[in-house]
């Protein structure tokens, strides 16, 4: 299986701050990366998928980048609606597998 | 709009059986992929398994390959998890997604004595 390693697991950041988040696979999954974010008691929210594409209806202050083993997922100017948890996710090979976690709380 | 509403969801005991349904409806049903994935209370999100879309290929997490069947009926836009010998670390909130874009609101399974 590949496994996602997926940095900082938390971060505190102030409102119009600009965020990175960063993933390793542990073996090259081309583009085949996606990016989501999920608020306390909802479902996920798709927001990249192919590493870099922003999913429709999503603010472009998001944005991803990375090929291979090493991604980023940026927020461009932290919003009170951007803290959550965001998760990385390969789907390059079977098993899908996630990231464990980014948890952007506020400073 | 896309909508996913599962249902099925709740108590049972370890060794037990459970079949989670997916209503879904706002796209077409029979041309998309669909998955599941689950959440143990306070943990992360891991993939389930997921189905084609005339349910000719599917595929499985190790943990859960040979208890669980991923199943569809396209004639009722809907997809299933039918889940056998339940265990504790099976407890979850099961998310229904259309190809991990679209997700419906989840289910919460618990499986204990």
């Known amino acids: 299986d590949i496994q996602m390693a997926q940095s900082p697991s938390s971060l505190s950041a102030s409102v119009g701050d600009r965020v990175s988040i960063t993933c390793r696979a542990s073996?090259?999954?081309?583009?085949?990366l996606a990016w989501f974010q999920q608020k306390p008691g909802k479902a996920p929210r798709s927001l990249i998928y192919a590493a870099s594409s922003l999913q429709s209806g999503v603010p472009s202050k998001f944005s991803g980048s990375g090929s291979g083993t090493d991604f980023t997922l940026t927020i461009s100017s932290l919003q009170p609606e951007d803290f959550a948890t965001y998760y990385c996710l390969q789907y390059n090979s079977y098993p899908r597998t996630f990231g464990q976690g980014t948890k952007v709380e506020i400073k | 709009e896309v909508q996913l509403v599962e249902s099925g969801g709740g108590l049972v005991q370890p060794g037990g059986s459970l079949r989670l349904s997916c209503a879904a409806s706002?796209?077409?049903?029979?041309?998309?992929?669909m998955d599941w994935v689950r959440q143990a209370p306070g943990k992360g999100l891991e993939w389930v398994a997921n189905?084609?879309?005339?349910?000719?290929?599917?595929n499985y997490v190790d943990s859960v390959r040979g208890r669980f069947t991923v199943s569809r009926d396209n004639a009722k836009s809907s997809l299933y998890l039918h889940m056998n010998s339940l265990r504790a670390e099976d407890t979850a909130v099961y998310y229904c997604?259309?190809?991990?874009?679209?997700w419906g609101q989840g289910v919460l399974v618990t499986v204990s004595a």
């Open positions: 706002g796209f077409t049903f029979s041309t998309s992929w």
């Open positions: 997604s259309r190809s991990l874009i679209d």
């Open positions: 189905i084609k879309a005339d349910g000719s290929e599917k």
């Open positions: 073996q090259g999954i081309s583009n085949h």
